[in-house]
């Protein structure tokens, strides 16, 4: 049976604390509905209402167009482990690019990850959970390295001529913010 509350309690605070997979989900008014995977120890909970994760250089901006344009937000964990549990977090969103005063003290709290080209910070607005027991039990067998040695390959430089490129425009040629006005030195 789902559950709400109005924020994190410290036991739901210590599960996204051990997820190493979770899922962002965001929509524009019009267009595709998008739905993203995300791990490398990229979330952090800042406080029982907020939310943060490190946002990677990828394929796609689709959660930078959609929370630019409407903010809203959700982020979902899922157990595979032994108890089983959903939680969703609903709210809005807000980019923080490096370009920004509050940048640098929050990507402290992430692992130096390259490519990294946004932190997204969800404001709690509703927390669910759910019983869970219809998603499968598995085991973590380790990161995948490929996402990382792409980015030092392309290197600071590649990365932003990659974002000016691929990511400046959401697959429905909505702005996302990355790429066009980056500097040339992050």
Not at 3 to 21: D, K, Y
Not at 56 to 68: C, F, I, K, W, Y
Request: hydrophobic residues 40%.
């Amino acid at each position: 049976m789902a559950r709400f509350f109005e924020q994190l309690t410290p036991e739901l605070t210590a599960f996204i604390g051990r997820q190493r997979l979770f899922f962002v989900a965001t929509a524009p008014r019009e267009g595709r509905v998008n739905v993203s995977p995300k791990g490398m120890d990229s979330l952090r909970v800042l406080d029982a209402k907020t939310v943060a994760y490190l946002d990677l250089t990828g394929s796609g901006a689709e959660t930078a167009a959609h929370v630019q344009e409407n903010g809203r937000l959700t982020l979902m964990c899922c157990s595979f482990e032994a108890e089983p549990l959903i939680l969703r977090l609903y709210g809005r969103g807000e980019l923080l690019r490096p370009d920004l005063p509050s940048w640098a003290a929050l990507k402290a709290r992430f692992p130096d990850h390259p490519g990294a080209r946004q932190i997204v910070v969800l404001h709690v607005e509703a927390v669910q959970t759910s019983c869970g027991f219809g998603v499968p039990l598995y085991d973590h067998a380790g990161e995948r390295g490929e996402l990382a040695a792409w980015a030092q390959r392309k290197g600071e430089a590649g990365l932003r001529e990659y974002r000016r490129q691929k990511n400046a425009l959401s697959i429905d040629g909505l702005p996302t913010g990355l790429g066009a006005e980056e500097p040339d030195a992050v």
